[in-house]
């Protein structure tokens, strides 16, 4: 008898363990409603470090014409280029700072980082020593400043809105209108970090992956056109901070929403019936992963595509990896504001390298 109540107090004491272990974890939500949790959960961000690469992993455009062979020449620097970053952010006060580094392979290998600073009203570019280029030892190694307010004024045009929390929330509710309408069971699903390759520091709760192909393409436009881009107009109708940051107007909006019924009444069917004939491959597949907090921390995205036409032919593949590190947490800048001896303006610059811009600083 004792045995027995042994057994039975035993067989109790894990099952008791059992559900209080099964409380403490969580069941993956389903694919659209972990996406959308985590959309609106990234409003909540305040600061952050953050990483990230482009790679061209096909791009194949015959050259043709008089220029070909500087047209092959530039296209093989585009196969071999890799563009990679690290940075930090902090909302309040704002400031940004961004590491940009491009490394070209081939004969001319040559790797050059370009670090950018920017704060609410001015931003900061480091000329970077590119040998291939003549820039005087004077200039090489410091920051060409550029003040917001005084480039704006001088363009006769508002200043530039560079609230990096406002972008994000902007973009937030994009991906949530576009969310809202994708069929969820033709183009997302719940996938193992270990089977579409996280790297081992990515720490995911829920890793959601989006596909698109070729096949699919027509129905997806269709719905990016009757549901997706009127909600898209909608939202900028409705939130004037937006349209103030995108410098749009109510007039454009007006017209997009022309043009947008336009499209609805027969005029998209033959656009996409000549991009069908005329794309050959299709395939885009992103992996969001999402952490315990619900915030998104990783995405990578592969686009792949190839078309024949009249006008072009050939294809192109990219990869584009971003991971967010330290949410919420103090971040880790490397740069900071730049000091007084360490700045040029633009003005300075220009007259250092003479004719070296071509009257590019003109462009800002």
């Excluded at 309040?92 to 070209?104: F, G, I, R, S, V």
């Excluded at 593949?317 to 900071?336: C, D, L, Q, R, Y």
Aim: glycine share 6%; hydrophobic share 45%; with cysteine.
């Amino acid at each position: 008898m004792f045995k027995r109540k042994m057994g039975f107090a035993l067989v109790a004491l894990m099952l008791t363990i059992a559900l209080a272990l099964s409380g403490c974890t969580t069941k993956d939500k389903s694919p659209k409603d972990a996406l959308q949790s985590s959309m609106s959960k990234s409003a909540d961000i305040k600061s952050y470090n953050f990483t990230g690469s482009m790679v061209f992993e096909d791009f194949n455009f015959p050259a043709e014409g008089d220029g070909a062979a500087e047209a092959a020449a530039a296209l093989n620097l585009m196969k071999s280029a890799e563009l990679s970053w690290t940075g930090a952010y902090r909302a309040d006060p704002m400031l940004m700072e961004l590491n940009l580094k491009l490394a070209l392979q081939g004969d001319l290998a040559i790797t050059f980082n370009i670090p950018v600073v920017m704060t609410q009203k001015k931003v900061w570019i480091k000329v970077p020593n590119i040998p291939m280029l003549p820039i005087p030892e004077t200039v090489v190694d410091k920051f060409i400043e550029l003040d917001l307010e005084q480039l704006a004024e001088e363009a006769g045009q508002p200043l530039p809105n560079v609230d990096v929390a406002k972008s994000q929330k902007f973009a937030n509710d994009l991906m949530e209108i576009v969310f809202k309408h994708v069929d969820a069971d033709t183009h997302l699903k719940t996938v193992k970090a270990k089977d579409v390759g996280l790297p081992s520091d990515v720490n995911a709760s829920q890793v959601v992956q989006f596909h698109l192909d070729q096949s699919q393409l027509e129905t997806f436009v269709n719905t990016v056109i009757e549901k997706i881009a009127p909600e898209v107009i909608e939202l900028l109708s409705t939130n004037a901070e937006y349209r103030d940051m995108l410098q749009l107007k109510q007039e454009d909006l007006d017209q997009a929403k022309a043009e947008l019924e336009n499209a609805k009444s027969g005029d998209a069917s033959e656009a996409i019936a000549e991009m069908k004939q005329e794309l050959k491959k299709l395939d885009v597949t992103v992996n969001y992963a999402i952490d315990k907090k619900d915030y998104p921390i990783y995405t990578d995205a592969k686009i792949s595509a190839a078309i024949e036409s009249e006008e072009l032919t050939g294809s192109v593949g990219i990869k584009v990896v971003s991971h967010m590190t330290g949410i919420n947490e103090a971040p880790k800048f490397e740069i900071g504001e730049p000091k007084a001896e360490e700045v040029m303006t633009l003005e300075e610059v220009e007259a250092e390298m003479g004719g070296l811009l071509g009257g590019f600083g003109g462009e800002f």
